[in-house]
């Protein structure tokens, strides 16, 4: 018997009004995602330490890295640019890159989004371009505003997909029009990950490391794109595939007749 794969989600920490009553969480459209296609996410709170991180992950057939905060230059050996890098998490930086390289060293099925794309990156050794307006002045816009979850995301440019790669396979094409809400990218690939998608201006916009079952990024929202680009959820799909492939999916039968244990009085 096969349970559905579980997904672990880091759940970053945002402050309430006046900075209290804080709260942990993940946009509720990655989440959906996985459910749509047969998995079940787990919040991992970055509070955890590293170590309660590392036991939850055992338990665990699959990752997903969302979008957010800029990641802090500090990681890929470089000071900040100026004002262009904003809104830093210290801790969500460094329980996100502690799961990318374990997914990474373990083989663990990993889709990661935007930020987790640049995160990946970064935890395997690779650059960002901190901000592409200021130092790609030459690149197309790629920091359209992020709009209301609810509402539809505008498809702002084009991507070319690398023929063969397995990013070409989950999307069943070599271009699409995707949405574009980043000011930063990667700008030198982290050992082990390939490129596999461009803008037209030459900028990466996804990498997947070919030696590992399933460890996919992308620069764009894919989670926000479901229903007017049907081809995104293959994303979601490869990646509770892949999970619904490891070991640890064994689950034990019900116990029988035999084995059960009789209830306390007076429950059923």
Request: net charge positive; glycine share 8%.
């Amino acid at each position: 018997m096969k349970r559905a794969p579980l997904i672990g989600v880091p759940a970053y920490v945002l402050p309430g009004k006046s900075g209290r009553n804080t709260h942990a969480g993940a946009p509720s459209a990655y989440l959906d995602a996985v459910i749509a296609d047969g998995g079940i996410p787990v919040l991992l709170p970055v509070t955890l330490e590293l170590r309660k991180i590392d036991a939850a992950m055992a338990g665990l057939d699959g990752f997903l890295l969302t979008g957010g905060s800029d990641v802090d230059p500090a990681h890929y050996k470089e000071k900040a640019n100026g004002t262009h890098v904003a809104s830093i998490l210290p801790r969500r930086d460094t329980v996100d890159l502690h799961l990318a390289r374990r997914a990474a060293a373990r083989d663990l099925p990993l889709l990661a989004i935007c930020r987790g794309h640049q995160i990946l990156n970064v935890a395997l050794g690779g650059a960002l371009w901190q901000d592409i307006r200021s130092q790609v002045p030459e690149a197309i816009r790629h920091d359209y505003p992020y709009r209301n979850p609810n509402l539809r995301d505008p498809l702002r440019h084009i991507v070319r997909i690398e023929a063969g790669s397995k990013l070409a396979t989950l999307l069943g094409t070599t271009r699409l029009r995707v949405n574009s809400v980043h000011h930063q990218t990667v700008k030198k690939t982290g050992r082990g990950l390939i490129v596999t998608a461009r803008s037209l201006d030459g900028l990466i916009e996804a990498t997947e490391m070919p030696r590992r079952r399933f460890i996919v990024s992308v620069q764009w929202h894919p989670e926000r794109l479901l229903e007017s680009v049907p081809a995104m959820r293959g994303l979601f799909a490869g990646l509770v595939a892949a999970a619904g492939s490891s070991s640890t999916l064994s689950t034990p039968p019900p116990p029988s007749d035999a084995t059960r244990v009789a209830p306390p009085p007076g429950l059923p």
